[in-house]
């Protein structure tokens, strides 16, 4: 079992940037592809991006494409989610998750979230 915890999240002004964390309770961590997902509210959960197991590939939705990359370090057990130019429709909570770099990304472990907020 994985357990995952985000930190990082809060308000920003739009243009702004923030950085997710993703610290993972096991050291099996480095066996798995992590990924990044939001949900707004009303809205469904959507994949936001992923990272495979050594952080030679990453794939993200165009929708964040060219403002967000994921580094990940295998040797602390976090991900990051790194967010630039930051847009109000960004605004969501954001989960990271523990899986296989399939299409779609297969999540077999979640986190529990944290809020990010850009203002306008």
């Known amino acids: 079992q994985v357990q995952l915890e985000e930190s990082g999240g809060g308000l920003v002004q739009a243009g702004g940037s923030l950085r997710l964390s993703c610290a993972a309770s096991e050291r099996t961590f480095s066996n798995y592809a992590m990924g990044w997902f939001r949900q707004a509210p009303g809205k469904v959960r959507e994949f936001v991006g992923a990272i495979n197991w050594s952080g030679s590939r990453t794939i993200f939705a165009d929708s964040v494409k060219g403002r967000f990359t994921i580094p990940r370090d295998n040797a602390k057990n976090t991900v990051y989610l790194q967010m630039n130019s930051l847009k109000p429709e960004d605004s969501a909570v954001y989960y990271c998750?523990?899986?296989?770099?399939?299409?779609?990304?297969?999540?077999?472990?979640w986190g529990q979230g944290t809020q990010v907020t850009v203002s306008s």
């Open positions: 998750a523990a899986g296989d770099l399939a299409t779609p990304f297969k999540v077999i472990y």
